[in-house]
């Protein structure tokens, strides 16, 4: 289960393919959500034209890149015990040099630099492009600082190094920023005003992985379904666009059929959709092209129409029923998976049951739980008092885990008798005479080997399940090869 708790908090490392010709070698480590793991990928590619090979070695690295997610204080904690080890193995190796890029360096700036002087330097996930510049400022002797918030930045021109892994998924970034002020997140104010990235270099980055190999992409934004490109600029401004801008935009809807008529053969998925955005529009294109994957990751947060006010959510809880029953009219067999936060400030007793009866409504398939952890310079941290007494979060939060653990099950074993697509991805971590991949509902199965290899599709047989896998058997190619 706590794979369910903590997904979004693994850490990982990027390792490319080595160019000669480069002298220096780079350790760069991710936490967090996707997009820190979509900006990695971006970091490692303006660094390779920079000299800087990737190494898996911490003790061999010139340069050591931790980026950072401020979501909740665990995460926080988490990259404060790295960035202790980092330092380390520094004093062992007093050549190499420590950097913090992400949502942690724009809100800890000063801390890291000046205070506790742990790092040297400190990049926000708006200025990699600085960083050539700010690592000859911390070459020089001084410490390094780039945090600006930019109202046009997408990196939309880089081509990101792709992590040496399966060579079949990958993140394409999308949007950047955020413009849903919830009360609970930083990410407004870590990663700025929400802005989207030219169609044109999405569908040039999807060509390019499809020319590659890759079979599956994930269109990634803080909230995709308020992506809208009218030819540059922050999506608040959109109002000032000239009457051809607004009548020549690009909507998300729009994107997605761009991008599924491109690769008939291509998966498409998306992540992570607001319940006030998300349009029907979207949800026929899902109908339309079966390429887009049916799976929605749809945060509610709470089912409690006191804490979503508090939370400024902008939607009810029966809108939010409302949409779950418009998806499920168009796409019966949709997976909706959610993100739900336990003990948000004022949440009594009442509201707590009313997010146990809403998740009775819908019975996700999956979701990732946590409970609430006040972040400095939020709305929530300015405007309520944390006032759920710790013991009292946990135990709503372990309710809320056996609830999901029993629905989850519930929908793996609604799969066993029938046969499924399957994209093999990996080895199974459990057996090595497995394969493991998911279907297009985003559910991990696991089948024998046979003669199939990463990056087929293939039929499954589902035998059996837990509740968070299905288990089966190949009966044949599909016809996505």
Known sequence: ??????????????????????????????????????DSEIVASILQKEGFNTTQNLEDADLVLVNTCSIRDKAEQTVRKRLQKYNAVKRINPKMKVGVLGCMAERLKSKFLEEEKIVDLVVGPDAYKDLPNLISEVEEGRNAVNVI?????????????????????????????????????????????????????????????ASKGF?????????????????????KDFKNASEIEKATATNFSSLLKIVAEAHPKMRIRFSTS??????????????????????????????????????????????????????????????????????FCGETEEDHQDTLSLMEYVKYDFGYMYSYSERPGTLG????????????????????????RSHSLLRTQGYVGKTVEVLIERESKKSDQQWSGRTTYNTVAVFDKENYKIGNFVNVEITDCTSGTLIGKPVGYSINN
């Open 1 to 38: 289960m706590e794979k369910i708790i903590d997904e979004k908090l693994q850490g990982n490392s990027l390792i490319l393919e080595p160019k000669a010709e480069n002298k220096r070698k780079l350790f760069i480590e991710s936490y967090g959500c996707a997009m820190n793991f979509s």
């Open 149 to 209: 918030l930019s109202k046009d930045e997408t990196y939309g021109d880089i081509s990101p190094v792709r992590l040496q892994s399966n060579g079949v998924s990958a993140l394409v970034s999308i949007t950047r920023g955020c413009d849903n002020m919830c009360t609970f997140c930083v990410v407004p104010f870590t990663r700025g005003r929400e802005r989207s990235r030219d169609p044109q270099s999405i569908l040039e980055e999807v060509n390019d992985l």
């Open 215 to 235: 079979k599956e992409i994930t269109l990634l934004g803080q909230n995709v379904d308020s992506y809208l490109w009218y030819g540059g600029g922050l999506k």
């Open 274 to 343: 607001n319940p006030q955005d998300m349009t029907m529009d979207v949800v026929d294109m899902m109908v339309k092209y079966p390429n887009i994957c049916k799976h929605i990751h749809l945060p509610v947060q709470s089912g409690s129409n006191s804490v979503l006010k508090r939370m400024n959510r902008l939607h009810t809880r029966e809108e939010y029923f409302t949409l779950i029953d418009d998806i499920r009219k168009r796409i019966p067999d949709c997976v909706i998976s959610q993100d739900m936060i336990a003990g």
């Open 381 to 404: 941290a300015k405007k309520f008092e944390d006032d759920v007494p710790e013991d009292v979060k946990q135990r709503r939060l372990a309710e809320i885990v056996k609830l999901q």
